[in-house]
């Protein structure tokens, strides 16, 4: 069984602060993926980035960044300088298992950012 | 401009009725998902399909069918056995069936059944 965890149900910044949200996950598979998607208030998931378990690698992209750890299956995806903008629910997901692409969704962390 | 299309963004219903969600897209996907979504919750699978005229449940199926007749059509109808159809459903696809492919999701429908 695969789960994703994203203890932060809601977090509020001042516009301008750097802000984490943390995604841990638990899989037995040795090959996977993890996603990001972004879920501004009209409703409609944005893909933001995707990793697979042979790439720790961090990313960086303008102002997001992703961390990867697989010591603590953890992918932690930070905004710097957050803007308003930002303001939206992020899900962070996991596939595994080969074939079909079951995708776990972890319960989302709403992120307001205050000007 | 290629994407999903769900209709209509909000939809009532008389509890016992059934009501069909629309979902289309263009960008020339072989599979295609339906999920649903409560406040506080994760998105949950009802049901995919990985080509036409396949489809398979997913976690939460029951009450719900699907049909792919179309590669660009995936509609979803709620049936009065669904015991708490209130929700916001959202129609995703992805360029082929597989775990490394990122869904595209339309802009989601709201079904408010009273």
């Known amino acids: 069984a695969q789960k994703v965890t994203q203890a932060q149900t809601e977090i509020s910044v001042v516009e301008k602060e750097d802000v984490t949200l943390d995604c841990v996950y638990e899989?037995?598979?040795?090959?996977?993926?993890l996603f990001w998607y972004k879920q501004p208030p009209s409703g409609e998931l944005v893909f933001l980035i995707r990793?697979?378990?042979?790439?720790?690698q961090n990313e960086i992209s303008g102002r997001y960044s992703w961390n990867f750890q697989k010591s603590t299956s953890s992918f932690n995806f930070t905004i710097t300088a957050s803007q308003v903008v930002d303001s939206a629910v992020y899900f962070c997901a996991l596939t595994s298992g080969g074939g079909y692409q079951k995708v776990t969704f972890g319960t989302g962390t709403k992120l307001q950012v205050i000007p | 401009d290629g994407g999903i299309t769900q209709s209509p963004k909000y939809l009532f219903r008389k509890e016992g009725q059934n009501v069909t969600l629309s979902c289309e897209q263009n960008l020339n996907h072989d599979a295609m998902y339906w999920y649903r979504q409560d406040p506080g919750q994760g998105l949950r699978l009802i049901y995919y399909s990985q080509i036409v005229n396949d489809f398979q449940k997913g976690d939460i199926a029951e009450g719900y069918s699907v049909s792919r007749e179309k590669k660009e059509s995936f509609p979803l109808t709620v049936t009065s056995a669904q015991k708490n159809p209130t929700a916001f459903y959202l129609c995703?696809?992805?360029?082929?069936?597989?775990?490394?492919?990122?869904?595209?999701f339309g802009p989601g429908t709201r079904l408010t059944v009273t």
């Open positions: 990793r697979n378990s042979f790439d720790e």
């Open positions: 995703a696809s992805t360029i082929k069936p597989g775990q490394s492919y990122e869904q595209y």
């Open positions: 899989t037995r598979d040795t090959t996977y993926y």
